[in-house]
């Protein structure tokens, strides 16, 4: 029953998989806030009598947002193969995971930034704009650094969805986690291989939620 | 300073209108603490925010030193603002940036770098008494810390005018004072033209040189404070120092109205006093003129900014002739003297 070689191998075929996911997560949690930042910011300003305000430009901005985030992932996943193949000129493996995590985090972390960045007294934007602030420095002098907190917490709930997303993009190919639990513990029947898969993905959430937890409570203690 | 030309700022909501500030006019002379009181919803922080369009107002026009501020570009109105500083009600700082990082905001807003933001902070920290506390954050602060860094922060451009929202009704009354001492202090040095919006009676009373009464979207009363609490024109007026000076006598003093002897008559007056004769010994001196008895049943003094101002309510008794020669007396120093019906 115990055979050394055997675990060595699943080890191994782990951590790889282990890696693959990390990388994913963290790119596409990165270009996700590279262009989901900006997105929040401005479904905040442009909001009725806010600094940018600008009914047009929200309200369709608005209604993309939504229509992305209402659909789900999985069929998401496959809908935008075609742009997947066009962009890294396949659709299977780590890289091409990257291209639906992205586009499908990129909404949800507007939305996640818009809610941060509404927590933040009109008051304080007042004062700012009494001091004879622009646009610019309102939000990069005081919504961003006063939401600094929520932002972070932000991030690690960003990183934890990413995390269960790629572990649905693994069973189309996607690589990480995902396609071992799926190849090896559920095509081949290896229920070790799907239970360590199942642990370190719960590790794996834990520590991102511990990281941005420990972050916000840094910046908030910062301010005490 | 500031004129104030027929302003009227309407909100439109998808229901209805509200008017908010209605054809108002007004004027604010330079290096003047201005008051303006109201109950809340009056439009008083509409009309401080027309000052320097936080507000935009739906009509009329806000000239600050010759200059109209409605008819700004907003790049315009940006470099405006440096100069017309700000202080709120819940302070509104950064939590994000230490006190001197909120002192050096506005610096930085205005393109101010590394040194002279520095030195500038520096001074002002000092100005306002928290220059150990350069390293704190916000909520390391007292109410009436807060409020200082405020000061400072509203000061950091030089501004004109100092627009003051309330900027004392989170605090204690004795840190109220300590605050208004300093922005006093902060008006003399400098200076500096400070418009103060307010609902207590109490702020207005002792900071301010002339107060503007607003009343449902008007002004409904315009004049110096003194001569507001010695002779107001309207309900609303009375009401307000109604809350702040109490002229009403206690019924059971206006009872013991009994020392009649033949001959004699007895008279409840209430005498009103205002600066240099605060100082005088005019009721011994008219005790020892006249033959009358002079019983004092209520008196206050009280300080209107800096000027005494007090009411008394006198007992005369004497003949006819004595009294009202007394009274004659009094009127003379041009105090205001009126009857009291006694019970």
């Known amino acids: ?224 | 300073m500031i004129k104030i030309n027929n302003l009227t700022k309407i909100y439109h909501t998808p229901t209805r209108e509200i008017v908010a500030l209605e054809k108002v006019d007004l004027e604010v002379e330079k290096g003047e603490i201005f008051g303006i009181i109201g109950l809340s919803g009056a439009g008083k922080s509409t009309l401080v925010r027309c000052i320097n369009m936080l507000e935009k107002p739906t009509e009329g026009s806000v000239i600050i030193d010759g200059t109209d501020i409605t008819g700004l570009t907003s790049r315009e109105l940006l470099s405006a603002r440096q100069k017309i500083g700000m202080i709120f009600q819940h302070f509104n700082l950064l939590s994000s940036r230490t006190v001197f990082g909120n002192v050096a905001f506005p610096l930085e807003i205005a393109g101010l770098t590394g040194g002279k933001i520095k030195d500038r902070v520096g001074e002002l920290l000092d100005l306002v008494g928290l220059s150990d506390r350069a390293g704190s954050h916000p909520s390391q602060l007292s109410g009436g810390q807060k409020q200082r860094v405020g000061i400072a922060r509203a000061l950091a451009n030089r501004p004109k005018i100092l627009l003051s929202d309330e900027a004392t009704s989170a605090l204690d009354p004795q840190t109220t004072g300590s605050i208004l001492e300093l922005l006093k202090d902060i008006n003399r040095r400098f200076n500096l033209t400070i418009l103060m919006i307010a609902h207590d009676m109490n702020v207005i009373k002792r900071a301010c040189d002339r107060v503007a009464v607003i009343d449902r979207s008007r002004i409904v009363e315009v004049g110096k404070v003194i001569d507001i609490f010695s002779n107001p024109q309207t309900a609303v007026s009375r009401n307000f120092i109604g809350s702040v000076i109490d002229k009403e006598v206690p019924e059971h003093l206006l009872q013991c109205s009994n020392r009649q002897r033949p001959g004699t008559i007895t008279r409840l007056i209430g005498v009103s006093f205002i600066g240099d004769s605060t100082g005088k010994p005019l009721i011994s001196s008219m005790i020892k003129k006249f033959d009358v008895d002079a019983n004092i049943l209520y008196g206050n003094i009280d300080h209107i900014k800096d000027i005494p101002f007090g009411h008394l309510v006198l007992e005369l008794t004497g003949e006819p002739g004595q009294v009202a020669g007394a009274l004659d007396y009094l009127c003379g120093f041009g105090l205001e003297v009126e009857a009291i019906d006694s019970v």
């Open chain 1, 1 to 224: 029953m115990f055979d050394p070689g055997a675990y060595s191998w699943m080890a191994e075929k782990v951590l790889v998989a282990t890696w693959e996911t990390i990388y994913m997560v963290l790119i596409s949690t990165s270009l996700s806030y590279i262009v989901g930042l900006p997105l929040g910011v401005v479904l905040v300003t442009t909001a009725d009598r806010h600094i940018l305000e600008n009914r047009g430009v929200n309200r369709v901005l608005g209604y993309i947002v939504n229509a992305v985030r209402s659909v789900p992932f999985i069929i998401f996943l496959i809908l935008i193969i075609p742009l997947t193949r066009i962009i890294v000129g396949t659709s299977i493996g780590t890289a091409a995971s990257i291209v639906p995590l992205t586009l499908a985090a990129i909404p949800f972390v507007a939305r996640l930034v818009e809610t941060s960045l509404k927590e933040i007294k009109w008051e304080l934007v007042e004062a700012a704009l009494s001091m004879g602030a622009n646009a610019w420095q309102v939000i990069s002098k005081v919504l961003l650094p006063e939401a600094m907190p929520s932002l972070s917490l932000g991030v690690a709930i960003t990183a934890i969805n990413l995390v269960g997303y790629s572990a649905m993009a693994g069973i189309v190919g996607g690589g990480g986690l995902g396609t071992l639990a799926y190849y090896y513990g559920h095509q081949r029947y290896e229920n070790d291989i799907m239970w360590v898969t199942v642990i370190v993905l719960v590790l794996l959430v834990q520590l991102v939620q511990m990281g941005g937890d420990a972050l916000a409570a840094k910046i908030s203690n910062r301010r005490r």
